[in-house]
């Protein structure tokens, strides 16, 4: 008689998940799945976060021992710091024009891409680039370059007659080629309104006309409102992108700020503190701040929404 082969042992593991119901089976298959999610979420977020909040309440250089200070680095922060109140202000100047600005160009040019064209393909893409390319090193020396003393800008009004303007000696001037820079970057913002008007029915624009309502009108009675909640999404984030910008301020600037400060953005005043000076728990205290600020701008948004913003149920 042949001796009858012994069935391997099943794995521990494989026999406990084989004994589970389908439907925890497909829990367990679904946290698995997210898991890389968490454990980044946890690894470069929450725990930097936690760690920026302990150390906003130390004097901390990252060559001595973190030593415990309590509430004296937001004290110092609001009583005995200029440069934090400058920085604010030209970061709260650079978001109230930058944000609209950028708006108000991707509205614009969403709307005559939306017009029926054989390269409608080929523009979408073409004006999405420069928010691929807007935040790198590379396109802020180029915008450096294009206004400098003897950039682009100036070549061109000296050739038409006109003085040059020495846009990095101002700090009015200076932050204004920031929000050019800004507006430039407005693909993102554009694509959103696109989807957003090819969404709106043509039954609408057909009764408005036969109302006898002109473009302006249908623009101001049908377009904008039925675009309110696509404005609001944009209008929380770009703001919120905009309280964060750094990069084009540090390369036009030379990471100073300069002209008297006048392009000294939150977040390059925080590197300042941070990598010029070895004030760890002072920048920890400035970005803690910062987020505060964002958090009730945000709620502030969502709070006047409901006097706005349209939802799909409502009649336009």
């Known amino acids: 008689m042949q001796k009858k082969e012994k069935a391997p042992k099943e794995n521990k593991i494989k026999r406990w998940y084989r004994l589970l119901s389908i439907e925890k089976q497909d829990n367990i298959s679904g946290h698995l799945f997210i898991s890389p999610f968490i454990i980044g979420f946890l690894a470069f977020i929450v725990v930097p976060m936690g760690i920026s909040l302990y150390m906003s309440f130390h ?64 523009y979408r893409v073409l004006f999405y680039i420069p928010s691929i390319l807007g935040g ?11 206004f400098g003393d003897s950039g682009f800008i100036n070549g061109l009004l000296t050739k038409i007659g006109l003085d040059p303007v020495y ?61 309110t909640p696509i404005i609001f999404f944009n209008v929380v984030y770009q703001t919120i992108q905009s309280f964060l910008t750094f990069t084009p301020a540090y390369i036009i600037s030379n990471g100073t700020g300069s002209p008297r400060n006048g392009t000294l953005m939150y977040s390059l005043y925080m590197y300042q503190r941070a990598f010029n000076d070895f004030k ?17 701008i945000t709620g502030i948004f969502f709070a006047t929404s409901k006097y706005w913003v349209h939802s799909e149920n409502e009649e336009v």
Request: aromatic share 14%.
């Open 59 to 122: 004097d901390y250089d990252l060559l001595t021992e973190a030593k415990f200070i309590g509430f004296d680095n937001f004290i110092r922060i609001f009583t005995k710091d200029p440069k934090f109140k400058q920085s604010l202000l030209v970061t709260f100047k650079y978001v109230l024009t930058a944000v609209p600005l950028r708006l108000i160009v991707a509205l614009a040019v969403a709307m005559l891409i939306n017009r029926p064209s054989k390269f409608s393909g080929l």
């Open 136 to 146: 790198s090193v590379a396109v802020s020396i180029m915008w450096r370059n294009l």
């Open 167 to 227: 846009f990095f000696k101002s700090p009015g001037t200076a932050l204004m080629t920031l929000v050019l820079l800004a507006a430039w970057q407005f693909g993102s913002s554009m694509l959103i309104f696109l989807s957003g008007l090819k969404n709106i029915p043509n039954d609408y624009y057909e009764a408005a006309e036969i109302d006898g309502a002109g473009k302006v009108r249908q623009f101001f009675s049908i377009t904008l409102p039925v675009l």
């Open 280 to 296: 760890m728990g002072y920048a920890s205290a400035l970005a803690w701040i910062l987020l505060v600020i964002m958090v009730v």
